[in-house]
């Protein structure tokens, strides 16, 4: 199954204060999530910040399954993003 990926408001206020750098190392990893969101993530036990978190280096990217869509709902450095709502 092929899912799409949908971008919160917030997500998107997380990626534009990226490094251009990290951005891009972003971009290009997001769309491994299409095919198996499931297999490449970890289930997260606290359910209010998420329900699943992508490991991209340093880099977190919480999100939920609704459907055929990931909703992105977060994306940061590890020593943020858990504190920070």
Known sequence: MNYNLVYTRRA???IKKLDPFIK???GKA?????DNP???S??????EIGTYRF???DYRVIFD????DIIIL????????????
């Open 12 to 14: 998107e206020k997380d």
């Open 24 to 26: 891009g190392y972003i």
């Open 30 to 34: 997001l769309p491994k999530l299409k």
């Open 38 to 40: 499931v297999e490449l």
């Open 42 to 47: 970890e289930k997260l036990t606290d359910p």
């Open 55 to 57: 490991r991209i280096g």
């Open 65 to 68: 399954i609704e459907g055929n």
């Open 74 to 85: 977060r994306v940061g450095h590890r020593k943020e993003i858990y504190r920070r709502l």
